[in-house]
């Protein structure tokens, strides 16, 4: 069993790398969430280590081994969660897992069924086994940093600052407004303002 490669990359796939390790070369297949981080993880040598998980792709008249690639081994380890889905193989969670790890992670926690069916290959009764068998199980994965290790800025926190200090300004308590923000992007994930927020408050409130 292969438990990690190191080696250069000689060619780069949209879903696998070209390993080359001492003049022999294996593919490895890489989800597109660590691709992101991939070049980033080069050592002063220009090598690359992955973690990998080693399965063997059962065709009619043979067994394929195949590598998939990973980072580190929290990365690894909520791979092997996902691929305990029923119907989520590991070719499939390779496409799917599209989105930085926290992100799923996140949207498995919340029952985010608008982000779940937005990776590729996952339609709706996928997503909802998906959150059925891992929900409460993937806290930890939620802390995971973009392996593109850039910094980007959580627009929609800001938005929901400037949705509450217009609620607090309208009188409403803190708590209250925070739960109105919330529930307003649980009715309407894709709000991408402050008046969209709003508005989205406002019918929520017209519905009760």
Do not use: W
């Not at 879903?15 to 660590?34: F, Q, R, W």
């Not at 909520?78 to 390779?94: D, L, M, R």
């Amino acid at each position: 069993m292969i438990s990690h490669i190191s080696g250069k990359i000689r060619k780069k796939k949209d879903l696998s790398v070209v390993v080359d390790v001492n003049g022999i070369s294996y593919e490895v297949m890489i989800p597109p969430a660590v691709m992101k981080g991939l070049l980033n993880s080069e050592n002063p040598d220009g090598t690359v280590t992955l973690i990998t998980y080693h399965y063997y792709q059962m065709d009619p008249s043979k067994a394929i081994p195949v590598l998939v690639g990973f980072l580190n081994e929290i990365e690894k380890e909520f791979f092997e969660q996902f691929i305990t889905v029923s119907g989520v193989g590991p070719k499939a969670a390779c496409r799917a897992l599209s989105l930085p790890f926290a992100t799923i992670a996140d949207a498995i926690d919340r029952a985010d069924m608008q982000v779940l069916k937005s990776l590729p290959g996952i339609g709706e009764q996928r997503a909802r086994e998906i959150i059925a068998k891992l929900q409460g199980k993937v806290g930890k994965f939620g802390l995971i940093k973009d392996p593109s290790g850039l910094d980007t800025p959580n627009v929609k926190d800001d938005i929901k600052e400037d949705a509450l200090g217009v609620l607090l300004q309208l009188r409403y308590k803190r708590g209250e407004a925070s739960d109105m923000i919330d529930k307003a992007l649980k009715a309407n994930p894709k709000a991408s303002s402050c008046e969209e927020i709003l508005n989205e408050v406002y019918r929520g409130s017209k519905a009760r």
